[in-house]
């Protein structure tokens, strides 16, 4: 069964470059982003990787834990942080899970539960390409799946982190290609009274069913 947003993140305990990890635990009351790759030393993983590493700030100041994942064990990505470091000029600075025999892939369905665990080419993990954003309640906010020939954008990933955290605090949804900053939409299960107590100050109805409003602080 695929996971699906509202479920609940699948916990997990497995090695990383910072030591064990316990996930659930791990993520605490943060927010948390796993991401994966079919394998280490692949062109595309490495500048994604450090990428993240460049954003990791970002995150940070979002309440959010990042973490990689890779289909290789510990050893091989200590070995692969420095091809990261130097090619990418941003050292990886969040931990990288090794999942080798495959377990963190199979539970979180990002590759046919009879995949064999033996070694395997970045082509025989290629759906290893996915994206989990998980809430501090450990549910599945959102997800995304890329093929292997694109690399990810984060600074998409960022700006859907940003809409998701408003609409958990203020109960609201963002329009196509909104940006923080930018009015956001009231959503239907809001009556027409309970907006105008909730915006005194005001929002635009284009239509009974489409009311915007300035973004809440």
Not at 15 to 42: M, N, R, V, Y
Not at 101 to 120: E, F, Q
Not at 125 to 140: E, H, M, Q, W, Y
Request: glycine content about 6%; charged content about 25%; proline content about 8%.
């Amino acid at each position: 069964m695929s996971l699906r947003i509202g479920d609940e993140a699948p916990d997990f305990t497995v090695d990383s470059t910072e030591g064990p990890l316990h996930f659930h635990e791990w993520i605490g009351d943060s927010w948390a982003i796993l991401f994966s790759h079919p394998k280490d030393f692949t062109p595309v993983c490495t500048t994604e990787l450090g990428y993240v590493a460049r954003l990791k700030p970002e995150f940070d100041k979002r309440n959010t834990k990042v973490v990689g994942l890779s289909v290789d064990p510990v050893s091989d990505h200590n070995k692969w942080v420095g091809d990261i470091a130097e090619t990418q000029g941003h050292a990886v600075n969040f931990p990288l899970i090794g999942d080798e025999n495959l377990v963190v892939a199979k539970l979180y369905d990002m590759i046919h539960p009879n995949a064999s665990s033996g070694p395997r080419t970045a082509v025989d993990n290629a759906t290893v390409r996915s994206v989990f954003l998980i809430g501090p309640d450990k549910k599945i906010k959102a997800t995304l799946t890329y093929p292997m020939s694109a690399g990810r954008n984060f600074d998409e990933i960022l700006r859907l982190l940003d809409a998701i955290q408003l609409n958990a605090k203020h109960t609201v949804a963002t329009p196509v290609n909104w940006k923080p900053g930018d009015d956001v939409i009231i959503p239907t299960s809001v009556s027409n009274e309970d907006a105008q107590k909730k915006y005194p100050q005001g929002f635009k109805t284009l239509k009974p069913y489409l009311r915007v409003v300035a973004q809440p602080k």
